[in-house]
């Protein structure tokens, strides 16, 4: 089963921005189509951006036009750039297949400061 290993949350300021990384254990990462999930205090994990093998992304409204996802296969790795964050977007960051697996990583905590 794919794992994989988030990186890159930090604590900043709204308006501040932040690149996340995730790297993927599988071999066959660059046929996968990945996404980024957030989950924040008091409520269900969401799905914010995604990725597919051909490069093709698709985001969640909150976020178009601040978030954007890219990929290296060589380096099994997806990122998620975010700028012009807000306290909403305050969250544990995750990244996973798409649809999900059930194995789920430690995440990245991500805080958004008014």
């Known amino acids: 089963q794919v794992q994989f290993v988030e990186s890159g949350g930090g604590l900043v300021q709204t308006g501040g921005s932040l690149r996340l990384s995730c790297v993927a254990s599988?071999?066959?990462?660059?046929?996968?189509?990945v996404g980024w999930y957030r989950q924040a205090p008091g409520k269900q994990r969401e799905l914010v951006f995604i990725?597919?093998?051909?490069?093709?992304?698709n985001s969640a409204v909150a976020v178009k036009g601040r978030f954007a996802i890219s990929r290296d296969n060589a380096q099994k790795t997806v990122y998620l750039q975010m700028n012009n964050l807000k306290p909403e977007d305050t969250a544990v960051y995750y990244c996973?297949?798409?649809?999900?697996?059930?194995?789920w990583g430690q995440g990245t905590q991500v805080t958004v400061s008014t």
């Open positions: 996973n297949t798409s649809p999900s697996s059930s194995y």
């Open positions: 599988a071999t066959s990462f660059s046929s996968m189509t």
């Open positions: 990725i597919s093998s051909g490069g093709g992304t």
